[in-house]
């Protein structure tokens, strides 16, 4: 288990979206660099202090570079300062350095937040070797050696837990771009294979009557022309919310209420809608959703069902459940697949997603029954 921590560790690449230098690590680097001269100009007890005044303020510049290179600062900090444990241990004084670079944690954070796998693992053994050497150079006891090493894991440990954070919130908002994707597809499907239906058998109509009825065909045309308009409306309408940065015009969403209009525009001879008189108001979910159903039923049925003359929709409410029913009286096709193709499955997940139910198939004597059942209780 070890082994494969190690390996997936390696293979780490570095996190996604390391922002660059911004005004508050100017601060930051200004800041330190007027403590750390202060410091070595003011404090009393300190080793070697131009060498020490000079690395401490030299080294604060390093910060800026912390997320886009952090393992070249954690090596360029971290040794200068094994070079200072080594002096002090060559020329037997005493530990070198300012209390001004405790800032060079802020570094072993970047490296652990900002790093990749093979980049954490060389930084965190420069680190470990420089903490190292120190604890022998300054040498007070084990506690402050424990407490040392402390202070460096919790440093690493806090930049792990922030990429970590940082990477769930990440793959949280790509899961929710993947749904609304699906989502839009689903709605694109439905735009689409229903106007294109409609325009089919509006092509097919006025083909069979302009022998007969020449402005038959006229008006085949017009209704056409119609549904290509109102086609191409709705789909700018997706493409431009797909479309990053670009404003989007957002209209009402259809509902059940809009089902007779729906009714009006479909090339069928009679479609008949009935709606319960006293509808209470719907969740907004579930009202979008009895729309998108009856329009792809509707749409099914102008490409499946043929010599179709009638379609009928009915929506019933009652006990927290909405029921819409949609029949045809056509003949079924029986190569007309029953539990596949993108539309009955969007029907599916569309139904499912708001723990109703959705039955499809031939009815009993003719034609073709989608029966969907919807909680409405829930969702208010």
């Not at 239906?197 to 022998?211: D, P, T």
């Not at 949609?326 to 096709?333: K, L």
Request: charged share 20%; glycine share 10%; hydrophobic share 50%.
């Amino acid at each position: 288990m070890t082994a494969n921590a190690l390996s997936s560790l390696l293979t780490e690449p570095r996190a996604p979206g390391a922002p660059a230098r911004v005004s508050r690590d100017w601060v930051l680097v200004g800041a330190l660099m007027v403590t750390a001269l202060l410091e070595g100009v003011l404090r009393a007890d300190v080793a070697w202090r131009p060498l020490a005044t000079v690395v401490a303020v030299g080294l604060a510049p390093v910060l800026l570079w912390r997320r886009t290179h952090p393992l070249a600062c954690v090596v360029v900090a971290f040794g200068t300062a094994t070079a200072l444990g080594l002096a002090s241990l060559l020329g037997g004084a005493p530990s070198v350095g300012l209390d001004t670079m405790v800032y060079l944690l802020v570094l072993v954070y970047a490296l652990a937040r900002w790093g990749s796998g093979r980049e954490i693992e060389i930084g965190l053994a420069v680190v470990a070797v420089a903490a190292g050497i120190g604890a022998v150079a300054d040498y007070t006891g084990p506690v402050d050696v424990f407490g040392g090493f402390a202070v460096l894991t919790a440093s690493a440990a806090a930049g792990a837990a922030f990429r970590y954070r940082a990477e769930s919130w990440r793959r949280a908002l790509d899961q929710s771009r993947s749904r609304e994707r699906v989502g839009l597809a689903r709605e694109l499907h439905d735009i689409v294979a229903h106007h294109i239906s409609a325009i089919a058998v509006q092509a097919q109509a006025g083909r069979a009557m302009a022998g007969q009825r020449p402005e038959a065909a006229l008006e085949a045309l017009a209704a056409i022309e119609g549904e290509a308009s109102r086609t191409l409306v709705e789909m700018r309408a997706m493409v431009r919310v797909l479309r990053d940065g670009a404003p989007a015009e957002y209209a009402p969403q259809s509902g059940v209420a809009d089902l007779v209009s729906l009714a009006r525009r479909a090339p069928v001879p009679v479609v008949d809608v009935e709606l319960p008189e006293d509808l209470d108001e719907l969740p907004p979910q579930v009202d979008a959703a009895v729309y998108r159903l009856a329009q792809e039923a509707l749409t099914n049925a102008l490409r499946h069902a043929r010599n179709a003359s009638r379609v009928e929709i009915r929506v019933v409410e009652g006990a927290g459940r909405l029921r819409l029913r949609v029949t045809d009286d056509g003949q079924v096709d029986p190569a007309r697949p029953v539990n596949r193709g993108f539309g009955l499955l969007g029907m599916t997940e569309r139904v499912q997603l708001l723990g109703g139910t959705l039955r499809a198939g031939p009815a009993p004597e003719r034609g073709w029954t989608v029966d969907a059942e919807l909680p409405t209780k829930a969702g208010r």
